[in-house]
């Protein structure tokens, strides 16, 4: 897997561990049997275009799962939204039919993350595709909002000046922190002749 794919992982655990509230793993193995792989291609099988075949049993991983009481949440990170809608509708299957076996856990939520889309127009269909099979879309601009939002609400972040070990949340800080006091953004503004720039979607409310 690509060094930039494990960090949005990371970045995206760490948003469902400190804004959320569940206890997170990335990049989680497991095993796909033969047994799990008729079961859910079974369910796919009237919406494919030609019949998927059983296979043998093969070892696959979850972006993040996140646990918390009696539910739980598999995520699929996707960092330039290139991944087809019955592969995300097939990765996160799979990942709830894992979870809900392995934790006993039958209270599961679907989501569905990108940092960037360079398709806008193809965007909308494929986000509400998506949302109308009960998965959440969430953009990396909305993640790093509501971590915000939470860092400015949780005095015991920003009321501390101490030593801060979570390098998301003290870049997040920062960041803010640095932002107020100049009271003007800080990040430099993306130069105009940089054309293929200019059809990036970063976030789900844009379309």
């Not at 970045?11 to 469902?16: D, E, H, S």
């Not at 990396?140 to 998301?168: A, H, Q, S, W």
Request: aromatic content about 10%; overall charge positive; some cysteine.
């Amino acid at each position: 897997m690509p060094l930039g794919g494990q960090a949005f992982e990371e970045f995206t655990a760490a948003y469902l561990r400190e804004v959320q509230g569940y206890i997170v793993m990335s990049h989680v193995d497991y095993f796909r049997s033969k047994d799990m792989i008729e079961h859910i291609e079974r369910e796919f099988k009237q919406e494919d275009k030609q019949e998927r075949k059983p296979k043998q049993g093969y070892w696959s991983d979850i972006d993040v799962v996140g646990l918390k009481k009696e539910e739980a949440i598999v995520v699929s990170c996707d960092e330039n939204c290139s991944k087809r809608v019955d592969s995300i509708l097939r990765e996160l299957r799979y990942a709830e039919e894992y979870v809900r076996k392995t934790y006993g856990i039958s209270n599961i939520r679907k989501m569905y993350v990108f940092a960037v889309c360079w398709s806008p127009r193809k965007c909308p269909e494929k986000f509400k595709k998506l949302e109308e099979n009960n998965i959440e879309v969430k953009s990396f601009v909305d993640m790093v909002r509501e971590f915000v939002n939470k860092l400015r609400k949780d005095y015991k972040v920003l009321g501390v000046r101490g030593k801060f070990t979570d390098p998301i949340l003290w870049a997040l800080r920062e960041l803010d922190l640095i932002r107020t006091c100049l009271g003007k953004e800080i990040l430099p503004p993306i130069p105009r002749e940089e054309k293929y720039r200019q059809n990036i979607v970063v976030e789900v409310n844009q379309r």
